[in-house]
C-alpha cells in the first residue's frame, strides 16, 4: 500500500535522544524526507534521501535506515525541537507524493 | 535569497473556483520542478500536485484529480493551481514548494508561507 506509518506522539526530556520512525512498503526503493513544522509556520526540510542534512540543520539531526523503517533521530533534544515532524517519500511509480500523518515531538 | 510567495486564497462557496498563485524569488524559476501540498486545520501534510520544469509533466493526487489544475508561467515566474468544483474538504492551507531539482527529486527545499483557502456557505 502507498502508505507511510509514523507513531503520533514523542515525548522526550531535554538532552535526551528522540527516534521518529516512518515505514512503509513503498520505502523499499524510494528515499525519505523529513521535515520539521512548528505552530503557524510552513514546514522545514531537516533531512533528505534518507540521511542527508541540508546546510543550516543542526548536526544533532540524523537519518538512519533499516530495510523499509527509516528513523529520525534528534541527539541532544532542545526545548525548541518541540514540533510535528512529518515523513515524505514517493510511491513507487513516482505520480504521487506522500506524507505519513506527523509526529508531535514534545520536550518535556 | 530564495522565496516562495502564494497568494489568491480566500472564502469561496462549495462548487465554485479559486486560482492560487505562487510567485517565486531568487533564483531561476524556469529550471526548477514545483509542487502544492494543502493542510487542513489541525491535519497532516497533504500532497496535491507537481509540475515538471518545463511544464512537460503533471501529477495529481487522486483526492483532486479532474478539479484541480497546475500550471507554471515562467515569464512571470509565477506557478499556478487553479481549483474548481471546491468543497469543504478543500478548505486548508495551501503551500507552493520546490524541488531541488527539474521536480525528480521528489523533497521540497523551500516552501512559501501558505494562503488559506476556505470553503464554506
Known amino acids: 500500500s502507498y502508505e507511510l506509518t509514523q507513531p503520533p506522539s514523542v515525548s522526550v526530556s531535554p538532552g535526551q535522544t528522540a527516534r521518529i520512525t516512518c515505514s512503509g512498503d513503498?520505502?523499499?526503493?524510494?528515499?525519505v524526507n523529513w521535515y520539521q513544522q512548528k505552530p503557524g509556520q510552513a514546514p522545514v526540510l531537516v533531512i533528505y534521501?534518507?540521511?542527508e542534512r541540508p546546510s543550516g540543520i543542526p548536526e544533532r539531526f540524523s537519518g538512519f535506515r533499516s530495510g523499509t523503517r527509516v528513523t529520525l533521530t534528534i541527539s541532544g533534544v532542545q526545548a525548541e525541537d518541540e514540533a510535528d515532524y512529518y515523513c515524505?517519500?514517493?510511491?513507487?511509480?513516482?505520480?504521487?507524493?506522500?506524507f505519513g500523518g506527523g509526529t508531535k515531538l514534545t520536550v518535556l | 535569497q530564495v522565496q516562495l510567495v502564494e497568494s489568491g486564497g480566500g472564502v469561496v462557496q462549495p462548487g465554485r473556483s479559486l486560482r492560487l498563485s505562487c510567485a517565486g524569488f531568487?533564483?531561476?524559476?524556469?529550471?526548477?520542478?514545483l509542487h502544492w501540498v494543502r493542510q487542513a486545520p489541525g491535519k497532516g501534510l497533504e500532497w496535491v500536485a507537481v509540475?515538471?520544469?518545463?511544464?512537460?509533466?503533471?501529477y495529481y493526487a487522486d483526492s483532486v484529480k479532474g478539479r484541480f489544475t497546475i500550471s507554471r508561467d515562467d515569464s512571470m515566474s509565477t506557478l499556478y493551481l487553479q481549483m474548481d468544483s471546491l468543497g469543504a474538504e478543500d478548505t486548508a492551507v495551501y503551500y507552493c514548494?520546490?524541488?531541488?531539482?527539474?521536480?525528480?527529486?521528489?523533497?521540497?527545499?523551500?516552501w512559501g508561507q501558505g494562503t488559506l483557502v476556505t470553503v464554506s456557505s
Open positions: 514548494a520546490r524541488d531541488p531539482g527539474n521536480a525528480g527529486n521528489y523533497y521540497y527545499d523551500y
Open positions: 515524505q517519500s514517493a510511491d513507487s511509480s513516482r505520480t504521487h507524493v506522500l
Open positions: 509540475i515538471w520544469y518545463d511544464g512537460s509533466i503533471k
Open positions: 531568487g533564483y531561476r524559476f524556469s529550471t526548477y520542478g
Open positions: 513503498v520505502l523499499t526503493n524510494q528515499y
Open positions: 534521501k534518507d540521511t
